[in-house]
Each structure stands twice: as C-alpha cells, then as structure tokens.
C-alpha cells in the first residue's frame, strides 16, 4: 500500500507526517520503525499522524510515535508542524487550532511572522503523575545514575523529563548519561533526559536525550520543562530563549497553575510517496 507523506522539521527535530483523515492508517511498530530509518526508509525522529476529531471541542487529533515503534504522548516541535502541516494542506484555514493529543489538549497558532506559538499547557510537577518515583516532592532530587549523584527536576510536559544544570552544555555526558536516565528504573514510562546550561536569567542551552530516539537536535516539550525546572530552582525568569543545536525557542512561563507558551519554526522540506508494505 502506498502512503504519501510530508517531511517537517522543528529546529532540526524531523518528523515524517501522514494524513489520516480521510482514512484510517495501519500502523505498526514495525512500520514506524521502518519509515523512520534513515537508511532504509524516510528518516524521521518522530512520526506525526493527523486524525479526525473524537470530540466536539477539538479540531483534530495528533498522534505521535518515536523512532523505535512507541507510541508517546506529545512532542513540542511536532506541534508546530502539526499546525503548518493541516493549513497548508486546506485541512483548516483557522490559523489557531485545538489539537486533541494523548496527554490532553494543545493550542498551536500560525502567528503572522511564519513562526509557530504553543500553548503546551500547564506543567505537572507532582512525582507520581509525570511519573517519577518519589517519597518527596522536592523541586530538585537526587538520582543515582551510572554511580554517580544527579540532581535533576522532574517535570512532565504531556511526557516525562528529567532535567539537570550542567555547567558546559558542549561537554555533557548525553551520549553515557542520557540511554541510563531514559531507563532509569524511578520513571517507570522512560523520560526524557535535558542538559541545561544557564547562559543568563533568560538564556540556556539545552540538549535532550529523547525517549526512544535519543539525542534529537531540538525537543520542544523539552525546553518547556528546562525553562520550568530553571524557573522553579531561582535560576531563570520569564521570558527564555533556548538555544538548541537545532535553532532556538522562546519560553514563557508565569509560574504554578499557568500553560507554558512555547514559539518557534517549523519548516516543510519535502513531499513524497511511500511503500508501507
């Protein structure tokens, strides 16, 4: 069966994007795999899926899946395609739409500048609901990673993070770190591991060791939950820019019981046609 497809990116966070409103895709973890392999498929970090609506109050549903088959709860920079994607192809021409997803809903607009804004939210904090295994719900806690002590801020964005200050993003042990922290047997549906580095009260670097894709060159819900986590621990304020190996994001967050704002790019590369069978 052929399929066609888009090829998006956020920052360098690329995904693979399919239409499914019209009819239903079967897709399995096999599938996802296949596409997203760099050699023998499209190549993606992540691939999108746009569905109908499943309730009144919505514009469409999104869903998500990871490299390695999983299917996952939100990705940021998929958002911002996600928005670009559905207006450019007539599926909408409301420039600011209600996307039903599997952590809740999101709120992307296409704002006049061809830049993307994200309401992603209200972050959620409490150890068990991200879920982080925890007798504290301390902002900052230790985890024991590879024999050594990690203090990291657990956050959850729609999905899990773990995130820790580092003191030079550039030399960050992602690459040994970052697969330990992903399995780390305190987050019992995996996480994703940030590495932030403060520039200034509203500047950080950041890379992300993405669940089931690893190391991403942007994650948005991950810059979410580092301005969040930085904010929390008295080293950042309202606004951040998050500068990404990709690109860089704007952040807003006016703290406890209020969505996170998120802007930035997003970007259409190709379109094609594809052998799912």
Same mark, same amino acid.
């Given at each position: 069966? !052929?399929?066609?497809?888009? $090829?998006?990116?956020?920052?360098? =966070?690329? &995904?693979?994007? /399919?239409?499914?409103?019209?009819? #239903?895709?079967?897709?399995?973890?096999?599938?996802?795999?296949?596409?997203?392999?760099?050699?023998?498929?499209?190549?993606?970090?992540? /691939? /999108?899926?746009?569905?109908?609506?499943?309730r009144?109050?919505?514009?469409? !549903?999104?869903?998500?899946?990871?490299?390695?088959?999983?299917?996952?709860e939100?990705?940021? =920079?998929?958002?911002?395609?996600?928005?670009?994607?559905? %207006?450019? $192809?007539?599926?909408?021409?409301?420039?600011?739409?209600?996307?039903?997803? !599997?952590?809740?809903?999101?709120?992307? !607009?296409?704002?006049? =500048?061809?830049?993307?804004?994200?309401?992603?939210?209200?972050?959620?904090l409490?150890?068990?609901?991200v879920? &982080?295994?925890?007798?504290?719900?301390?902002?900052?806690?230790?985890?024991?990673?590879?024999?050594?002590?990690?203090?990291?801020?657990?956050v959850?964005?729609? =999905?899990? %993070? +773990?995130?820790?200050?580092?003191?030079?993003?550039?030399?960050?042990?992602?690459?040994?770190?970052?697969?330990?922290?992903?399995? %780390?047997? @305190?987050?019992?549906?995996?996480?994703?591991a940030? &590495?932030?580095?403060v520039?200034?009260?509203?500047?950080?670097?950041?890379?992300?060791?993405? @669940?089931?894709?690893?190391?991403?060159?942007?994650?948005?819900?991950?810059?979410?939950?580092?301005?969040?986590?930085?904010?929390?621990?008295?080293? /950042?304020?309202?606004p951040?820019?998050?500068?990404?190996?990709?690109?860089d994001?704007?952040? +807003?967050?006016?703290?406890?019981?209020?969505?996170?704002?998120?802007?930035? #790019? +997003?970007?259409?590369? &190709?379109?094609?046609?594809?052998?799912?069978?």
């Amino acid at each position: 069966m !052929r399929q066609r497809f888009t $090829k998006m990116h956020g920052l360098g =966070n690329d &995904f693979v994007v /399919l239409d499914a409103t019209r009819a #239903p895709i079967d897709l399995s973890a096999e599938r996802v795999r296949r596409i997203a392999d760099r050699h023998f498929g499209v190549g993606c970090d992540q /691939l /999108l899926v746009v569905e109908p609506a499943s309730r009144p109050d919505v514009d469409f !549903r999104y869903r998500i899946f990871n490299a390695d088959g999983g299917e996952v709860e939100q990705c940021g =920079n998929g958002a911002r395609c996600f928005v670009r994607y559905v %207006h450019e $192809k007539g599926l909408t021409a409301r420039r600011e739409i209600r996307v039903e997803t !599997r952590s809740g809903i999101i709120a992307p !607009r296409l704002e006049d =500048n061809g830049l993307v804004t994200v309401d992603m939210g209200v972050p959620v904090l409490e150890p068990a609901r991200v879920p &982080f295994v925890s007798d504290s719900d301390a902002v900052v806690q230790p985890l024991e990673v590879g024999g050594a002590t990690v203090p990291i801020t657990a956050v959850s964005m729609g =999905n899990p %993070h +773990a995130v820790q200050v580092v003191a030079d993003v550039d030399a960050a042990p992602v690459a040994q770190q970052g697969p330990l922290i992903e399995g %780390h047997a @305190r987050f019992p549906a995996r996480v994703n591991a940030g &590495f932030m580095q403060v520039v200034s009260p509203h500047e950080v670097r950041l890379r992300v060791y993405e @669940r089931g894709a690893g190391e991403t060159l942007a994650c948005g819900t991950g810059a979410c939950a580092a301005v969040v986590a930085g904010i929390l621990r008295g080293l /950042l304020a309202s606004p951040v820019c998050v500068h990404t190996r990709g690109g860089d994001l704007q952040i +807003a967050w006016d703290g406890p019981a209020t969505p996170v704002m998120m802007t930035g #790019p +997003a970007v259409t590369v &190709f379109e094609g046609e594809l052998e799912l069978d």
